[in-house]
T-cell receptor, first 115, second 115 residues
Framework: GESVGLHLPTLSVQEGDNSIINCAYSNSASDYFIWYKQESGKGPQFIIDIRSNMDKRQGQRVTVLLNKTVKHLSLQIAATQPGDSAVYFCAEIWPVFSGNTPLVFGKGTRLSVIA | DTGVSQNPRHKITKRGQNVTFRCDPISEHNRLYWYRQTLGQGPEFLTYFQNEAQLEKSRLLSDRFSAERPKGSFSTLEIQRTEQGDSAMYLC?????????????FGPGTRLTVT
C-alpha cells in the first residue's frame, strides 16, 4: 500500500550546523504535508506545513522543500541547536475537499545535536 | 495551560483488564482525533470525532476498542480485555474545522503498559 517513509532513521549534527531531514512519500495524490517534532515523553508538535502546489516554504530557522517529481520532502533546520534534538516525522493528508482529515505519519528520524 | 490534556499520563494494567483514557481538547476545537504510537514508529490513526459524531474508524480499532465524545467536548477511549499488543502511547489531537487549517494539536499522550 502507499505510505509515508523516511530515508534516514538517525542523524547527528554539530551544534550550529544545518540539518536536513528527508522523507519519501508514495501517494502522488497527497496534497498537503506537515513536519512534526516529537520530544521524549511529549506529543508531536507542529513545525511547518506545505501544500502540493508549492515547492518551498520557510519558517523561523526551518525550510520545507517539496519535490513532486520524485515524491520527496525535506526539512532543513538552520543553525541547529541542542533544543532541536528530537524525533521528526513527516505526515501527509490524502486529498479531500475538507480540512482536518487524519494524518498519515512516517516512521521518524531522530536528530541528535552534538554540542 | 490551554493545550490538549490527557489523563492518565501512564497506565500499567494486567492482561484482560479494561482501561479508559480521557482527552480534553483545546476549547472550541470541533474535531478530536485518537492515534496510537508504538516505539520507533509514527502515530497511527484510530478514530476521530466532529463534535459528538464519530466520523471515521481505522481498521486498527478492533471490537475491544470504543471511543466516545458524548457532549462534543472531552473524549474517552476504552480498551476492553487488554492484550500485551495494546501496549503503546495513545495520543489525542484536536483541531478546528477549517478547509485551510490542517494543523492538529497533540496532547502529551497516555502510555499504556499491559503486563
Amino acid at each position: 500500500g502507499e505510505s509515508v517513509g523516511l530515508h534516514l532513521p538517525t542523524l547527528s549534527v554539530q551544534e550550529g550546523d544545518n540539518s536536513i531531514i528527508n522523507c519519501a512519500y508514495s501517494n502522488s495524490a497527497s496534497d498537503y504535508f506537515i513536519w512534526y517534532k516529537q520530544e521524549s515523553g511529549k506529543g508531536p508538535q507542529f513545525i511547518i506545513d506545505i501544500r502540493s502546489n508549492m515547492d518551498k516554504r520557510q519558517g523561523q530557522r526551518v525550510t520545507v522543500l517539496l519535490n513532486k517529481t520524485v515524491k520527496h520532502l525535506s526539512l532543513q533546520i538552520a543553525a541547529t541547536q541542542p533544543g532541536d534534538s528530537a524525533v521528526y516525522f513527516c505526515a501527509e493528508i490524502w486529498p479531500v475537499f475538507s480540512g482536518n482529515t487524519p494524518l498519515v505519519f512516517g516512521k521518524g528520524t531522530r536528530l541528535s545535536v552534538i554540542a | 495551560d490551554t493545550g490538549v490534556s490527557q489523563n492518565p499520563r501512564h497506565k500499567i494494567t494486567k492482561r484482560g483488564q479494561n482501561v479508559t483514557f480521557r482527552c480534553d481538547p483545546i476549547s472550541e476545537h470541533n474535531r478530536l482525533y485518537w492515534y496510537r504510537q508504538t516505539l520507533g514508529q509514527g502515530p497511527e490513526f484510530l478514530t476521530y470525532f466532529q463534535n459528538e459524531a464519530q466520523l471515521e474508524k481505522s481498521r486498527l480499532l478492533s471490537d475491544r476498542f470504543s471511543a466516545e465524545r458524548p457532549k462534543g467536548s472531552f473524549s474517552t477511549l476504552e480498551i476492553q480485555r487488554t492484550e500485551q499488543g495494546d501496549s503503546a502511547m495513545y495520543l489525542c489531537a484536536s483541531s478546528r474545522v477549517n478547509s485551510g487549517d490542517h494543523e492538529q494539536y497533540f496532547g502529551p499522550g497516555t502510555r499504556l503498559t499491559v503486563t
